[in-house]
T-cell receptor
């Protein structure tokens, strides 16, 4: 059975701090790993990673995948209160849909 | 462009009633997914359609759940009879191409409460 584990479950930091969110996985026939941000409603897509070692970057957010060690990290630099959300990691593998982790609940305090 | 549209946004009903959730995927997307989200179990895939055909329904909890996709622009998820443990947020997502090739885009979800 495909499995995705995210850590930490919850994180509270001050505005301006840098945070690193972790995602490890066990899947058969790995195809891709995705990061989503979920605020009040729908998860919104952040990154899709398919190759090891290639950093994807969008503004203050970046992510990288290690297919040998089976994990990914999501970095957010110079955090802002608007970054407060649940960050979800998901992998596409044996099952055709996404297998999600439980998420990291990030709170940015002013 | 319109995103994935789900209705209703919120439904409260008594146990035993039939519940029908609706989804309109993004135009041009040919893969559609139904997910359920709870605090205990997170987001779980229920069923996946590709070109209107159910490909993987192994996540559907039991026979009380059924899903259809009569055409490329509409899908339903039905629960009959509903039970309190079905209370959750149900998300529909769509993507272009087979799963794994393109990111999935999610609707705002239907918050279902079964009393």
């Amino acid at each position: 059975e495909d499995k995705v584990v995210q850590s930490p479950l919850s994180l509270v930091v001050h505005e301006g701090d840098t945070v690193t969110l972790n995602c490890s996985y066990e899947v058969t026939n790995f195809r891709s790993l995705l990061w989503y941000k979920q605020e009040k409603k729908a998860p919104t897509f952040l990154f899709m990673l398919t190759s090891s070692g290639i950093e994807k970057k969008s503004g203050r957010l970046s992510s990288i995948l290690d297919k040998k060690e089976l994990f990914s990290i999501l970095n957010i630099t110079a955090t802002q209160t608007g970054d407060s959300a649940v960050y979800l990691c998901a992998v596409e593998g044996g099952a055709d849909g996404l297998t999600f982790g439980k998420g990291t609940h990030l709170i940015i305090q002013p | 462009d319109a995103g994935v549209i789900q209705s209703p946004r919120h439904e409260v009903t008594e146990m035993g009633q039939e519940v029908t959730l609706r989804c309109k995927p993004i135009s041009g997307h040919n893969s559609l997914f139904w997910y359920r989200q709870t605090m205990m179990r997170g987001l779980e895939l229920l069923i996946y359609f590709n070109n209107n055909v159910p490909i993987d329904d192994s996540g559907m909890p039991e026979d009380r759940f059924s899903a259809k996709m009569p055409n490329a622009s509409f899908s339903t998820l039905k629960i009959q009879p509903s039970e309190p443990r079905d209370s959750a947020v149900y998300f529909c997502a769509s993507s272009f191409g087979r799963a794994g090739n393109q990111p999935q885009h999610f609707g705002d979800g239907t918050r279902l409460s079964i009393l």
